[in-house]
């Protein structure tokens, strides 16, 4: 199947002009100016003036099999449906596990991630969960890194936060170790995917892990470093040591207004203090519970965390924050390919992965996506959907 999408303006994420781009199979195999074809094989050709080209987003934390229930079995959120992703841009994601390693296990999670892959995304996972020690499929998380095929980290494990486990920094030296071992032999990533929450120590866990051991910043993979304003001048310190940090795009009012920056403020913040690009992701934390507690501290409302606010991050960074729209696209894409070692992903170029979004030049809305080569999405309506959905 041939697909030729015609006078776009690429975003590789970095700006190439106007483009003309052939997808064949699950590849792309031409970008040029003008791609003109003199076959007599079937070509599907969508104008797309007017359109950005952009690589189909990276989310890098969702919990593709629900999350929550800290409110107890009837706060359990629901698990992630394949338009949830596609209709907001996203073609590769992460799942793991979190809170709930009991009801919510690992098979589950894989099995979920094949039937993603199924329908057309690129689904990788994590193995364990919040907790420490890591619950493993196989005897220890170096072993399902090593061998089973989608696994390519672990987490996200907790800290600074009352549901952790509270390790201490030589078990989390010890549980790095394992995951690089891992994903050096298995010629993956092997990162640790770690939780922030709420605990004014934050990173300090993690800067001391690194000060004690030979283990690099950038085997670390922390999230929510949005989460409060301490949190976050802890991140542009951890970020300027060679660590990655990663803003979480699902919020409420509710939440803004308790402390947390939303993703596009902290990119602004960030970028304003020369934190390189390159160590700076966004991801959705996607079907989390996002609970919301009244004055006495009793859960009133449970919102769902939504993949979709992934790609609404990146027009808030762009239109509210004066974010170049190739930074904005970087921290969804090719960053996270990079920290996650997902060849052929994260960017438009010949050979890679087809994976791409049509973007409204003027509004950004999501207009087509192909996912692996798949038209996922046409005119802003899902044409693929889940079998129960
Ligand atoms: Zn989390």
Not at 203 to 229: G, K
Not at 238 to 262: C, H, P
Not at 308 to 327: C, M, Y
Request: charged letters at 20%; proline letters at 4%.
């Amino acid at each position: 199947m041939l697909t030729l999408i015609k006078n776009a303006e690429l975003y590789a994420p970095e700006p190439q002009g106007k483009q003309d781009i052939l997808l064949a199979g699950n590849k792309v195999v031409a970008l040029e100016k003008e791609i003109k074809l003199s076959s007599t094989l079937p070509v599907h050709v969508v104008d797309a003036e007017g359109m950005i080209a952009a690589p189909g987003l990276i989310d890098s934390l969702v919990h593709i099999t629900g999350g929550g229930g800290e409110g107890g079995f009837a706060t359990r959120t629901p698990e992630m449906q394949l338009t949830d992703a596609t209709l907001g841009g996203v073609t590769t994601l992460v799942g793991c596990l979190g809170t709930d390693a009991t009801t919510r296990a690992l098979p589950n999670l894989l099995a979920k991630v094949n039937e993603l892959n199924h329908l057309g995304l690129s689904v990788y996972c994590y193995t364990g969960s919040y907790q420490f020690p890591a619950k493993t499929l196989l005897d220890n998380v170096q072993d399902d890194i090593l061998l089973l095929d989608r696994v390519i980290g672990v987490g996200e494990v907790a800290i600074a936060d009352h549901r952790a486990s509270h390790m201490s920094v030589e078990e989390m030296i010890r549980l790095a170790s394992e995951a690089r071992v891992g994903g050096m032999l298995a010629g993956k990533a092997g990162i640790v995917s770690v939780h922030l929450g709420d605990s004014p120590e934050g990173l300090s866990l993690l800067n001391q892990a690194v000060s004690e051991s030979s283990i690099p910043a950038s085997q670390f993979y922390p999230t929510h470093i949005n989460r409060n304003q301490n949190l976050l001048d802890q991140g542009v310190a951890w970020a300027k040591r060679g660590g990655y940090i990663d803003f979480t795009t699902s919020t409420t009012e509710q939440i803004l207004a308790s402390g947390e920056r939303s993703a596009a403020d902290a990119l602004a913040y960030c970028l304003a203090l020369n934190v390189p690009v390159s160590q700076i992701t966004l991801s959705s934390d996607g079907n989390a519970s996002l609970p919301l507690f009244d004055e006495n501290g009793v859960l009133i409302d449970l919102q769902v965390a939504q993949v979709g606010s992934l790609l609404q991050s990146i027009r808030d960074a762009v239109n509210d924050k004066q974010v170049p729209l190739e930074v904005a696209l970087a921290c969804a894409t090719r960053n996270p390919a990079n920290i996650l070692h997902l060849e052929g992903k994260g960017e438009i170029a010949l050979e890679n992965d087809a994976d791409l979004m049509l973007l409204d030049a003027e509004t950004l809305a999501l207009e087509h996506l192909w996912s692996q080569g798949k038209h996922m999405v046409e005119q802003g309506e899902a044409i693929v959907c889940g079998n129960f959905e």
